[in-house]
């Protein structure tokens, strides 16, 4: 089976930079993702990492190291808005082909003014 | 472009009461659905996925079960729901590499 790790509560300032962390063990590894999801709401997606490295939009960076089973999310600049729960999943093949996304419990980041 | 729709956005149903939650896709064809439930500040569960019409597949065992009667339509049920089945549901549907969910229903069972 699937399984991920990552804290369950990060505080930061405003301006601050924050780097949420993910280990995750699976069969059949496809890529890493990450998602934001405010109080009330979906989830919404944000990254993606199917290679080692570092992969950045705008604010947001993602890190993957398949070796080390392990990713990170960084969020520069924090804005208040940037207080949400955040998530990191794992795509992986099943059987019959069908990419299935496990999902880690979160991580609630409060940004602080 | 591709869009997601779920209904009813919040439910409010008495325990032993049936269930059906619907879920539609429009502008993309044959995609992998999904529908996951979210209790109050946990992380999501993968309750069952689809690959095509009648495909179904099971994560976890529960009373819920699935269907896709249609290639863009996905449909989560229920005979006779309990109080553990309060949550936030959630269909969604794959493309490249993202996820993306509908709006989510709210489930309370009463």
């Known amino acids: 089976g699937q399984s991920l790790e990552q804290p369950s509560e990060v505080t930061a300032v405003e301006g601050a930079i924050v780097q949420i962390n993910c280990t995750y063990q699976?069969?059949?590894?496809?890529?890493l993702s990450w998602y934001q999801q405010h109080d009330g709401g979906a989830p919404t997606f944000l990254s993606y990492n199917a290679l080692d490295g570092l992969e950045e939009t705008g604010r947001f960076s993602s890190f993957l190291s398949r070796s080390d089973s392990y990713g990170y999310l960084l969020l520069q600049e924090l804005q208040m808005k940037d207080s949400a729960s955040y998530f990191c999943?794992?795509?992986?093949?099943?059987?019959?082909?069908?990419?299935?996304?496990?999902f880690g419990s979160g991580t609630q980041l409060t940004v602080l003014p | 472009s591709q869009t997601i729709h779920q209904w009813p956005a919040t439910l409010v149903q008495p325990v032993g009461s049936p269930l059906s939650l619907e879920c539609t896709v429009e502008?993309?064809?044959?995609?992998?659905l999904y529908w996951y439930r979210q209790a109050a500040g946990r992380g999501l569960q993968l309750l069952f996925y689809s690959i095509g019409i009648d495909q179904i597949s099971s994560e976890v065992p529960q009373n819920l079960s699935a269907s896709r009667p249609q290639d863009r339509q996905f449909i989560l049920s229920s005979k006779k729901l309990l109080l553990s089945d309060s949550g936030f549901y959630l269909c969604?549907?794959?493309?490249?590499?993202?996820?993306?969910f509908g709006q989510g229903t709210r489930l309370t069972v009463v």
């Open positions: 502008g993309t064809s044959n995609p992998n």
């Open positions: 699976t069969s059949g590894f496809y890529g």
């Open positions: 969604a549907w794959t493309q490249g590499q993202g996820s993306f």
């Open positions: 999943a794992v795509r992986s093949i099943s059987s019959g082909s069908a990419r299935q996304l496990t």
